[in-house]
């Protein structure tokens, strides 16, 4: 039990976002029954990173892998989450943290997309026939843009007959100019999958936009799959091998 798994996630006023973290690290849990599992949140939710932190010192933790809820490294990953934790860290001495990769871009993302878009009623014949907008939160981090972009291509290559990126902010397109722009290409059915972790503001932007736009099929969010609780596990097994990227954070 001295060491712990911290998943950070970004939080929301929308009850669901929080709801849908606690059922995703209940679901790690009970893949690695003897890991304590706790979540924090950047903002809107408690616990803060700082409180989990210190809950899990009094526990008596003293090495500690946080791991950040996001699929690409933009600001969230580089910024808010290594400062969160430095100022924790600095009050807690003999506590260890390593920092986790994000969770993008892997091939179990790929396969919850999938489980997402069958589960609102496409099927393997569909591929040949269907496109589809994969449609992520946004970001300004140019890095961030590029992976959704690699992502789209990489998942074009499993059968769709394409997959365009769309974002709900800060960049273009949006999901239903997406979508407009395939109905436009002549494509048959049009379907739009949400890249993101849990419901909130952003996801709803997406399902609107997909509904303006005349989508024939909308996915729900990545949420608690059974694939992104393994992905969790995947990658704090790796960070327990590497080396910290904040080596800084070790008091």
């Known amino acids: 039990?001295?060491?712990?798994?911290?998943?950070?996630?970004?939080?929301?006023?929308d009850p669901r976002h929080a709801a849908t973290v606690h059922?995703?690290?209940?679901?790690?849990?009970?893949?690695?029954?003897?890991?304590?599992?706790?979540?924090?949140?950047?903002?809107?939710?408690?616990?803060?990173?700082?409180?989990a932190l210190s809950s899990l010192y009094l526990s008596g933790a003293r090495e500690v892998v946080a791991l950040p809820l996001l699929l690409t490294r933009a600001f969230h990953a580089k910024s808010d989450i290594p400062a969160a934790l430095a100022e924790s860290t600095s009050r807690l001495p003999g506590l260890s943290v390593r920092v986790a990769d994000v969770l993008g871009p892997s091939p179990l993302?790929?396969?919850?997309?999938?489980?997402?878009?069958?589960?609102?009623?496409?099927?393997?014949?569909?591929?040949?026939?269907?496109?589809?907008v994969l449609a992520s939160a946004g970001s300004t981090d140019p890095e961030a843009i590029a992976v959704i972009a690699?992502?789209?291509?990489?998942?074009?290559?499993?059968?769709?007959?394409?997959?365009?990126?769309?974002?709900?902010?800060?960049?273009?397109?949006?999901?239903?100019d997406a979508v407009r722009a395939l109905r436009a290409e002549g494509f048959?059915?049009?379907?739009?999958?949400?890249?993101?972790?849990?419901?909130?503001?952003l996801p709803d932007r997406i399902a609107a936009g997909a509904a303006a736009a005349g989508a024939d099929v909308v996915a729900d969010v990545l949420g608690a799959s059974p694939e992104l609780a393994r992905l969790l596990l995947?990658?704090?097994?790796?960070?327990?091998?590497?080396?910290?990227?904040?080596?800084?954070?070790?008091?």
Do not use: K
């Open 1 to 13: 039990m001295s060491r712990a798994l911290l998943v950070i996630a970004h939080g929301s006023r």
């Open 23 to 51: 059922a995703l690290t209940g679901r790690v849990r009970a893949l690695r029954p003897g890991l304590r599992v706790e979540t924090a949140f950047l903002d809107f939710n408690t616990p803060t990173v700082g409180q």
């Open 188 to 201: 048959e059915r049009v379907a739009v999958a949400p890249y993101v972790i849990a419901p909130g503001r």
């Open 109 to 132: 993302l790929l396969t919850a997309l999938e489980r997402r878009l069958s589960e609102a009623g496409l099927t393997p014949a569909d591929r040949a026939t269907t496109a589809v």
């Open 150 to 176: 690699e992502t789209a291509r990489e998942w074009r290559r499993t059968g769709w007959c394409a997959v365009r990126p769309a974002f709900a902010s800060a960049a273009l397109p949006r999901t239903e």
């Open 234 to 251: 995947r990658r704090f097994d790796a960070a327990t091998t590497a080396p910290s990227r904040l080596p800084a954070l070790s008091a």
